[in-house]
């Protein structure tokens, strides 16, 4: 089976830190872009980060500029998102997308070949 698995989520209290997977499986990776999104109830879907298919480029939303951390593993076939400082804003669901295009778009109207089913991720003391 094609698909995206996320993992790692939880509960952290402000201030703490998280890593998020998001494991291929049935597929490589290594031609992907890889996104992570998060939406928190009653909110839409934001895109938080991206890396390209090589890992050399990356772009963050500026909510998270200087907390999150993307990276990949592609002899893993997995990708992650370091988070460090969270705040009870950061509190979601994430999911991470690939999508098979070049590009480093954090919208997530646009076509992702793959989707996974989402880690949820909470902030609070």
């Known amino acids: 089976q094609l698909q995206l698995v996320e993992s790692g989520g939880g509960l952290v209290q402000p201030g703490g830190s998280l890593r998020l997977s998001c494991a291929a499986s049935g597929f490589s990776l290594d031609y992907y872009v890889i996104v992570w999104f998060r939406q928190a109830p009653g909110k839409e879907r934001e895109g938080v980060s991206c890396?390209?298919?090589?890992?050399?480029?990356?772009n963050y939303a500026d909510s998270v500029k200087g907390r999150f951390t993307i990276s990949r593993d592609n002899a893993k076939n997995t990708a992650y998102l370091q988070m460090n400082s969270l705040r009870p804003e950061d509190t979601a669901v994430y999911y991470c997308a690939a999508t098979f295009q070049e590009r480093l778009s954090l919208d997530p109207d646009l076509f992702y070949e793959y989707w996974g089913q989402g880690t949820q991720v909470t902030v609070s003391s």
């Open positions: 890396i390209s298919s090589s890992g050399s480029r990356t």
